[in-house]
């Protein structure tokens, strides 16, 4: 029998896990930029903690959930990490650190939805959590930091989607607001949206049945419920998103599908990505920390889903994604291999990256194997070469060689690389 990854997952293989090592390496300077320290939590989480936190009629909690029943627990494999984090900087009393705390992390999501392009069931995320402070210009620093990424790994055709949900009494307004206006288009909503009427309203907002998006269109949705603080904060967030040179587009419709969201709310959209065009989202969840037994504190934080990245930059990342071996050794007999395991680590030692061709064949098939490895140089040991202590050092992009002393093979390939 012949095994498959699991539906919805991808092995990541060399040829491209270089590729995610430089955008996780440069995604990671620009956090520590920022001020923000990684934080790892487990995979695995009670699963009451997302019911919880991202709310019991959410889409993720109610059909994406990965169970694990274990006697008389049941965890979750994590759908996001927002939640974790809120849950470690309670668990660890970090609310007693006088200062925001800023959190980075890298990692595995999992939810069981329908694979297409850019949707997988376990993809990963490149994530922030500041929590500490209601201050508008955090909003907007965070904002910042999410297009600071988009843009440092190389993509600048993006667009950047706000809106402001209100405070938790505005929501409820709002909830009660919508309910009342869908009412009388109930027949006309598709069947999920008839459900999500009563158990998750806003929902109905962002649905993409063009029906359904019709009559939401014909509502004239406005932002009446909006209190005058929460419409204070928001008018501070987009002034200093203006300062910051950020341009955005403020969209009303825009709600994002997580319980725990309270005003600015994000998304951040790339047109080379087709109907799962989302880069990135995030937004305020001021009553989470609250919520999960802490003390009151503002906090907002932005995920951005590292395959989709990935998938806009394809054709401008090719390049980075080639292993580079500055040396690669071809022994020509059994003496000479002897003896290329320990040129070969003196090389390594001296932080020269080398590697060993282990396989027979002709030298013009091990030559061409040395080129699959993008090596620079060849070093090629024959027995006349060992008799003298030399090897045949060939520069593999402009094929010319010439006999070196093996003691002296390291300064010269870090000379010419
Ligand atoms: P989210 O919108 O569910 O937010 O996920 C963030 C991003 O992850 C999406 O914009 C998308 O790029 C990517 N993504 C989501 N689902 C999938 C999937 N099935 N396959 C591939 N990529 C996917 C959150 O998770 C929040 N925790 C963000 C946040 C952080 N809000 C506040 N702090």
Known sequence: MLFKSPRGTKDILPQESSKWQTIESKARKIFSLFGFEEIRTPLIEDAKLFARSLGDFTDIVQKQMFLIKRETDTFVLRPEATAS??????????YNISNVCKFYYMGPMFRAERPQKGRLRQFHHFGAEAIGSANPFLDAELIYLATRIIFELGLSDFEVVVNTLGCQSDKKKMSVNLKEKL?????????????????????????????????IMSLSWAQAHICEDCHKHFESVLAALDTLGVRYKID???VRGLDYYTRTVFEISSKELGA?????????????VEELGGPSRGSIGFALGVERLLL???????????????????????????????????????????????????????????????AKFCL????????????ILKNMSQSTQEEVLLAELVNKIKAKV
């Open 183 to 215: 009412m009388p288009h109930k027949k006309s909503l598709c069947e999920d949206c008839v459900s999500r009427i009563d158990k998750n309203v806003f929902r109905v907002l962002d649905c993409k049945n063009p029906q359904c998006k019709d009559i």
């Open 312 to 374: 806009a930059l394809s054709a401008k990342t090719e390049e980075a994604s080639k292993t580079l071996l500055d040396c690669y050794i071809i022994p020509l007999g059994e003496a000479a291999l002897k003896k290329s395991l320990s040129v070969l680590n003196d090389l390594r030692m001296s932080g020269v990256p080398s590697d060993l061709d282990y396989l027979d064949g002709s030298l013009k098939a091990r030559l061409r194997r040395a080129d699959k490895k993008n």
């Open 276 to 288: 799962q065009d989302a880069l990135g989202a995030g937004g305020r969840y001021d009553n989470l």
């Open 252 to 254: 009303p419709l825009l």
């Open 380 to 391: 090629i040991i024959g027995d006349n070469e060992l008799a003298k202590c030399t090897g």
């Open 85 to 94: 984090i809120v849950r470690a900087y309670v668990e660890h009393d970090l």
